[in-house]
């Protein structure tokens, strides 16, 4: 009986050193109406602005560097399609980078975009998401040596993006 005991205690103590389904972490913000799965331990920080409320999730794994934040928008937005290529272009601008490939991107019936950029001085790219709902600005970046990039990762962290009502 002891011994079940101690086998137990060692599976749950070793069992929780290691991610499941290969993410060790997940961040989940009520206010900001969204979820996402990471690798890595994450650092939050939030900054209030005159035109809203901006938390930002950002962390590091393996070869990669990650951002997620939401921005609370005190105004009512209406074309959140044009706010998220408009929050594209200025992400690219501040990285003096260059677009690859864009197409885009859908979390649940909400309407964003998704972009490669190349960071033209430095041997990096980041795989770039901009969303809206409601009146809520979601971005998701992760950044990464390409010699080191693995796509499927990147794309499962995407993927475990959500947005909740």
């Known amino acids: 009986m002891l011994k079940n005991k101690l086998l137990l205690v060692a599976f749950l103590v070793l069992g929780s050193m290691f991610p499941i389904n290969g993410f060790s972490a997940k961040y989940r913000s009520a206010e900001g109406k969204m979820s996402i799965k990471l690798l890595g331990e994450y650092k939050v920080t939030e900054e209030e602005h005159d035109y809203g409320k901006t938390v930002k999730v950002n962390g590091e794994f393996e070869t990669y560097t990650y951002f997620i934040s939401y921005t609370l928008h005190k105004e009512k937005i209406t074309d959140h399609y044009g ?4 929050g594209l272009d200025g992400f690219v601008e501040a990285l003096n ?17 998704r972009a490669m950029i190349n960071m033209n001085e430095y041997d990096q790219q980041v795989d770039y998401g901009c969303i809206l709902a409601v009146n809520i600005q979601y971005q ?17 962290i995407f993927k475990s993006f959500k947005i909740s009502k």
Do not use: H, M, S
């Not at 706010?83 to 408009?86: C, D, E, F, M, N």
């Not at 490939?101 to 859908?106: G, M, N, P, S």
């Not at 970046?141 to 794309?155: S, T």
């Open 83 to 86: 706010l998220a290529k408009t």
């Open 97 to 113: 980078g260059t677009i690859q490939k864009q197409a885009d991107w859908f979390v649940k019936k909400n309407r964003g975009v």
């Open 140 to 156: 998701v970046a992760i950044l990464g040596a390409p010699a080191e990039w693995i796509q499927k990762k990147v794309d499962a």
